[in-house]
């Protein structure tokens, strides 16, 4: 299966945690890190905007995973790159997040995940580092379309 991850970090040494993600991620039997963006810079979106920067990349993986266990495999990275849940603000400041865009064009509402990631079509973080790598890319679902168009609709 082929996945589209997005990484995000505004606390600590943002380019050394998303460096630190993708090469834990790289360990993680089952998941082979095909591709990586360059990292850009973003102002935080969501309801807490009184915080730093993002540095953002996209991750082009394969995976044997299903979707479930690659999105465990996503939180378990964070945790070991330092994000806390537990104690995780909603669209707060944090050391890494790891989010799964896409798996294999599979749309999905289940079991706390939702795919493809629900805010991924307005989020220039997510689609401009995408477009990068795949200048062909599609995001599916009832808000999907050429990655393309999307970004240019916000953009």
Excluded at 24 to 42: P, Q
Excluded at 51 to 71: E, K, R, W
Aim: aromatic share 2%.
């Amino acid at each position: 299966m082929n996945a589209v991850l997005s990484l995000g970090a505004n606390t600590g040494h943002r380019a050394a945690n998303l460096h630190a993600a993708l090469e834990a991620l790289s360990a993680v039997e089952g998941i082979t890190v095909d591709a990586v963006s360059t990292f850009v810079e973003s102002a935080p979106v969501g309801t807490v905007r009184d915080q730093p920067d993002f540095l953002n990349a996209v991750a082009l993986v394969s995976t044997t995973l299903d979707p479930h266990a690659l999105l465990r495999a996503c939180h378990a990275v964070e945790a070991e790159v330092g994000l806390d849940r537990s104690t995780k603000v909603p669209d707060g400041p944090r050391p890494i997040d790891v989010d799964v865009v896409t798996c294999d064009g599979l749309v999905l509402i289940e079991d706390g995940l939702v795919l493809p990631h629900p805010r991924a079509h307005e989020r220039t973080f997510v689609l401009g580092p995408w477009l990068e790598l795949d200048p062909d890319a599609e995001l599916p679902g009832p808000h999907g379309g050429r990655v393309e168009t999307l970004l240019q609709a916000i953009s």
